[in-house]
């Protein structure tokens, strides 16, 4: 088992940045990729980016690449993603989640492949 907590979210205006944090508790995590994912009011929940188990792989979606980054810390157990330059569009409730990986370098980009997810955190950015 796997429990996910976001938090970060916020109030932020075009340009600026947030950094959200996605506190996960369980023996395993070292076992999981993570994977960051939005929904905006009336729209599906799109992937954002995902970091494998080892923290060497990564992919983000085209709408956000070169602005957001995702990390990993294991004395912490914590995922990371950095958001800069952020744009009206960005405007969505943030998730994390947790996929079992095969090996240390797999990860997922859609969200029946992740078992696990936190409760999403605000993300507004205002003009």
């Known amino acids: 088992q796997v429990q996910l907590v976001e938090s970060g979210g916020g109030l932020v205006q075009t340009g600026g940045s947030l950094r959200l944090s996605c506190a996960a508790s369980g023996r395993t995590f070292s076992m999981y990729s993570m994977g960051w994912f939005r929904q905006a009011p009336g729209k599906e929940r799109e992937f954002v980016a995902a970091i494998s188990w080892s923290g060497r792989s990564t992919d983000y979606a085209d709408s956000v690449k070169g602005r957001f980054t995702t990390s990993r810390d294991y004395a912490k157990n914590t995922v990371y993603l950095q958001m800069n330059s952020l744009k009206r569009e960005d405007t969505a409730v943030y998730y994390c989640?947790?996929?079992?990986?095969?090996?240390?370098?797999?990860?997922?980009?859609?969200?029946?492949?992740?078992?696990?997810w936190g409760q999403g955190t605000q993300v507004t950015v205002s003009s």
């Open positions: 989640a947790a996929g079992r990986a095969s090996n240390s370098e797999r990860f997922y980009v859609t969200v029946d492949e992740y078992g696990y």
